[in-house]
C-alpha cells in the first residue's frame, strides 16, 4: 500500500490543567465538550485516551466537562494522580490520542474464555497494571475472570512471581530473615507488635513492615504509629534493624509489589474473595520484603475469612507450594478465628492492649498474650540452634523477663518515639444484653464494620472496646461493648449499624462453640 | 439487645453543588478531604456513598477533593448525571452515608463462583442497575462473570425478560409489527433505509426505531438523521406510522430496556463478547418496541462478528428459543459478512448510497441493493397473503416503481424534512494499491476503526469510501478508497491507522474468499 504523507499528527495541543480531583488509583482526564482541538465525545464511548508530553505518556479515562471555569475549551484537565504521573507542569503542552487497551487485555479476554495464563501472560498484565494503564473497569475484569475459572496453582505461582517483579525487592544479607502476616479477618489481631519485640530480644532478625488498614479498622501500621514513626526511608529502615534486630515500619516507602495495593483498591469493594489473588498477594509482598523464614497464620472460625478446617488446609497446601517454588521457607498456622483477638478494636485500643501485654500487666488480655507467645515460640524455632517445640518457653521467658518490653521501646526509640499521648475517643454509647445467658457468638465481620464505622483507623481513638467474650457469662443489661468516636458523624454511623445488629449472641453454655485449632 | 439511641442521624448536612463534569452512566460525588462534616477518607476505600434528601437517594462513587474552588468544605458536589437523578437544586441539603453494595451484588457474586441464576436474580440485578446503584466495576464483574461461565439459554431468556421489564413497552395494536435488526460488526449495512420504505410501501407496519452508534461508524438513526428529524416524541410517531405504515426513528425517546444501553456503555470498552448478552440485548429492545415479527440478520465472515458458520447457526438457535419463549415471531437470515456493504462508511456517504438505490440510479452500489431486496422480501412474506419464495419479487418490484421512493419521501416529510444538506467531509486523503492485483481481503473492523477515527459518526461527511471491493482487479496505484473528515485532528487520527495497515489484502483471483451464506 502506499504510505500517506507522513506528517499524520496534530500539530495544535492542549494546555494541561491540573484538576484537584483525587480519582484513587485510576488516571482521569478532563476536556471540554467544545474543546478547540478534538471532538470530546468522539472519544467518550471507549473512554480511555493516551495523553502525552515530551516522550512521556500516561493512559486515563475521559470525561466530557461543561464548565469552562473546570477545564476551559484549550486545555486538558488532568486528576492528580494523572498529574502527578506524566510530570508535566501546569500549563504544559499535550496531545491526546485514542488509546488503545492495554495489549495484556488479549491474555485478560483469554482468562474470560476460561483458558489457562502463562508467566508471560500475568507479567504483561502486571505490568501494564503498574504503569497505570488499566482502568478500573479493566482491573475488575482481570479480577472477576481469575476468580471465577480459578487459578490452578501454577497460575498463582506464576501470579506471585510477576506481582513480585513489579517492585522493588530488599536485601539483608543475612541468612535468616524472619516474617509474619495473618490471612485477616481478626480485628483486634495486633501479635505482630508482640512477636517482633519478643523474636528480636532472641536475637533473630524480624524487620516487619506492614500495611496500613485498608477496609479494617487498624493496620499494624496504624497502630504502631501511635508509639512511633513509622514512615521511614529504606535506608534509615537497614540500619536500625541492624542495630535492634526488628522494626515495626510501614511497608510503602520502598516500593514493594505496587501491584498488590492497586488491584486490592478494586477487589475489596466487590468483594472478590479469591484464594490465588490472597496467596499472590501476601507471598509477593514478603518475598519482596526479603523475607527468607515465613509464619502464616490463618485463623478459623465461623465469622473468619476461613470458614471449614478443609479450606484452611488446602490454602496451607497452596502456600507451602508456592512458597517452596519461590525459595522461601514458610510455616503455616491455623488458629482459632471464633472471635477478635484481645479486647480493643481500633489502633489507640489496640495499642493499649499490646502494652498491658508487654508490662506484664495482670489485666492484659490473656487470647492476646498466649497467641504472640506461641506464633512467636514457632518463629524463634526457625533459629537452627533452637529445639523444635522450646519456642514457646523461650518466648514465655523473654516477655515475663521484661526484655521484651526494653526491646519494644529500643524499637520505638530507634524509629522515632512518638511524644504525644491518645485516649480513645470521647463519643461514646455502649451496647448491653438484652438477656442473660452465656455468650455463645462474636461476629468478627460486623464488629470490625462497627469499628470501621466509628471512624477507625483515621480516627486513632475510635473504635470498640470488648467488655465481654465468646464463654462469658452475661446478667441483663451487662455492657457487652463500648463504641469510641472522635466525629459526630461517625458515632452516628457506627450507631445505627448497632441499633440493626450487635454482633453478639448470648445462648446457653453448651452452645459456645469450640475451637478447631492446633493449640 | 438493648436498643441504642434512636437519635442516630448526624442533624448536619451539606450543600449540594452541582459539578459540570459528564462522567458518563456512573453516578460520581464530590467531597473536600477537609469536609466539616464528614472524614472524606473514611469513605474512599469502598468508595460508594448514598446521598440523600427529603426521601430520595442516589448512590454515588465519591472522589476526593483538594480544591476548594471546585467543592468547598460545606459542600458535595455531584456530577450531571448524579445531580439530575437526586433531583435536588443547587444549595439543597443532602446528608452522606456509607452504601451497602447494591443487593443484587450477592447474586453477581454467586455467578462469578459460577452457579446458576434465577429469573428473580436478573430481575434484582437489573433493577439495580437501572437504578443507577452499580458502579462501573460492579457492572464489569457482573458483564464478565456472565460471559465467562456463560449463561445456558434459561438464564438468556430471564436476563432478556428482565432487561425488558427495565423499561416502557410500546403498544401499536395490529396483530403483526415487522422488525430488522443486524448484529452489527458490517459497516456501511444501512438495509434498514432501504427496507423501511419497500415493507411500508407493500402495506406492512414497520415502525423502525434504533439507536445511534456507539463504537461503530454509524447508526441508522446517525444517517436518517442527515434527511430527517429522528428524534420524535411516542404519540407523534404513533400517528405518523398509523398513517405512513413505517417510520425511520431514534428509539430513544421511549425508555426502551435502558438496562441495555447501561450495561453496553461498559461492555464495549473491555471488548467482551457475550452471545448471551446480544442475545438479550436485542430481543430487550424489540420486544420492548411492541414489534411481533422481527428478522435477524447474522452477516457470517472472517473479519465479521460472527467468523463461523457453526456460530451462526447456534445464534440461530439461540434467537429462536428466547423470541419463541417470549412470544415474538423470529426470522434469522444468515448474510454475507466477508466486506462492508455497499460502498460508503460514515453518515453522508451511507445516506448517498441509500439515495442511490432508492432512485434506481445505474451507480447505486448493487450489494446494498440486492440484500436489501432479499430481506425486504423475508420480511413481505411475514404477510400471511404472500405465498413463500414471492417476497423478493414483490419488493424489487416496488423498488424499480418507484414506490420505495415516493414512499421514503412521504416518511421524510411526515418526520419532518431536514432542508440542510451535507457533503463529504473536506478534508481527505486516498489510499492507494501498492501492487498490481485482486482484492481478496477487506477488513471491515479495521475499515469501521479508520472512519470512526476520522470522525464518523459525530463528524456527519466523515468516514470511508470504498473505490474497490472483493474480487475488483486493481493496478499498482488505483485508489483503494478515499477517507473523509471534518476536524483536522480527526483526519491525522485517521491517517496514522491507515499508515500501519490499510485493511485491504491483494492477491489473485483463486484467493478470493468464497461466501458462505444462504443466497
Redesign the interface.
Known amino acids: 500500500?502506499?504510505?500517506?504523507?507522513?506528517a499524520?499528527?496534530?500539530a495544535?495541543r492542549l494546555r494541561v490543567r491540573r484538576?484537584?480531583?483525587?480519582?484513587?488509583r485510576e488516571n482521569v482526564a478532563?476536556m471540554h465538550?467544545d474543546c478547540a482541538?478534538?471532538?470530546a465525545?468522539?472519544f467518550?464511548?471507549?473512554?480511555?485516551v493516551e495523553v502525552t508530553t515530551d516522550g512521556r505518556r500516561v493512559l486515563a479515562v475521559l470525561?466530557?466537562?461543561?464548565?469552562e471555569?473546570?477545564v476551559g475549551t484549550g486545555e486538558l484537565g488532568l486528576s492528580?494522580q494523572a498529574f502527578a504521573q506524566l510530570g508535566v507542569r501546569p500549563g504544559g503542552q499535550v496531545r491526546v490520542?485514542?488509546a488503545e487497551?492495554p495489549g495484556s487485555?488479549e491474555a485478560v479476554?483469554r482468562k474470560?474464555?476460561?483458558e489457562r495464563l502463562g508467566l508471560e501472560d500475568f507479567q504483561a498484565i502486571t505490568r501494564d497494571i503498574n504503569d497505570s494503564r488499566y482502568?478500573?473497569?479493566?482491573?475488575?475484569?482481570f479480577l472477576?475472570?481469575c476468580?471465577?475459572?480459578g487459578l490452578d496453582r501454577d497460575e498463582i505461582l506464576f501470579l506471585t512471581r510477576a506481582m513480585l517483579e513489579s517492585g522493588e525487592r530488599l536485601q539483608w544479607d543475612e541468612p535468616l530473615v524472619a516474617d509474619k502476616h495473618c490471612i485477616g479477618g481478626i480485628p483486634g489481631n495486633r501479635t505482630s507488635m508482640l512477636i517482633v519485640p519478643i523474636v528480636a530480644a532472641h536475637g533473630m532478625l524480624i524487620p516487619k513492615t506492614s500495611s496500613r488498614a485498608?477496609?479494617s479498622p487498624a493496620g499494624t501500621a496504624d497502630t504502631m504509629e501511635l508509639l512511633a514513626k513509622v514512615e521511614l526511608a529504606p535506608d534509615t529502615l537497614h540500619r536500625l534493624v541492624r542495630r535492634q534486630r526488628g522494626c515495626l515500619a510501614w511497608g510503602g516507602t520502598a516500593r514493594l509489589a505496587p501491584v498488590d495495593d492497586i488491584l486490592i483498591?478494586?477487589e475489596?469493594?466487590?468483594?472478590?474473595d479469591s484464594r490465588g489473588q490472597m496467596v499472590a498477594s501476601i507471598l509477593s509482598k514478603k518475598l519482596a520484603a526479603g523475607s527468607t523464614h515465613l509464619l502464616v497464620d490463618i485463623p478459623v472460625g465461623p465469622t473468619a475469612k476461613v470458614r471449614q478446617m478443609r479450606q484452611a488446609l488446602a490454602l496451607r497446601k497452596l502456600f507451602e507450594f508456592v512458597g517452596d517454588e519461590l525459595g522461601i521457607h514458610l510455616e503455616v498456622v491455623i488458629t482459632d478465628g471464633r472471635q477478635p483477638v484481645g479486647r480493643g478494636i481500633g489502633p489507640v485500643l489496640e495499642a493499649r492492649d499490646v502494652m498491658q501485654v508487654l508490662g506484664n500487666e495482670p489485666d492484659a488480655p490473656e487470647d492476646l498474650r498466649q497467641k504472640a507467645l506461641h506464633l512467636a515460640g514457632r518463629i524463634i524455632e526457625f533459629d537452627p540452634n533452637v529445639r523444635g517445640g522450646r519456642g514457646f518457653a523461650i518466648a514465655r521467658d523473654i516477655l515475663e523477663s521484661g526484655r521484651a518490653l526494653a526491646k519494644m521501646n529500643a524499637i520505638i526509640d530507634a524509629q522515632g518515639r512518638q511524644e504525644q499521648a491518645f485516649g480513645p475517643g470521647p463519643l461514646q454509647?455502649e451496647?448491653?444484653?438484652?438477656e442473660a445467658g452465656v455468650v455463645t457468638g462474636v461476629d468478627n465481620y460486623h464488629l470490625a464494620r462497627i469499628a470501621r464505622?466509628a471512624?477507625a483507623p483515621?480516627?486513632r481513638g475510635a473504635g470498640v472496646d470488648l467488655l465481654k467474650k465468646l464463654g462469658d457469662p452475661v446478667a441483663k443489661?451487662d455492657i457487652?461493648y463500648r463504641v469510641h468516636a472522635e466525629?459526630?458523624?461517625?458515632l452516628?454511623?457506627a450507631?445505627?449499624l448497632?441499633?440493626r445488629r450487635?454482633g453478639?449472641t448470648i445462648g446457653r453454655a453448651d452452645q459456645v462453640p469450640g475451637p478447631y485449632v492446633e493449640f
Open positions: 500500500m502506499s504510505q500517506p504523507d507522513p499524520s499528527r496534530p495544535e484538576v484537584g480531583i483525587d480519582t484513587y478532563f465538550r482541538i478534538y471532538r465525545e468522539g467518550q464511548a471507549l473512554s480511555k470525561n466530557v466537562v461543561d464548565d471555569q473546570l492528580e490520542e485514542h487497551p487485555m479476554r474470560m474464555r476460561g482502568s478500573k473497569t479493566e482491573m475488575a475484569a472477576v475472570s476468580a471465577q475459572t485498608i477496609t483498591s478494586v475489596r469493594p466487590l468483594g472478590i454509647f451496647v448491653s444484653a438484652s464505622l471512624g483515621m480516627g443489661d457487652l466525629v459526630k458523624a461517625e452516628a454511623f450507631r445505627s448497632c441499633a450487635s453478639y
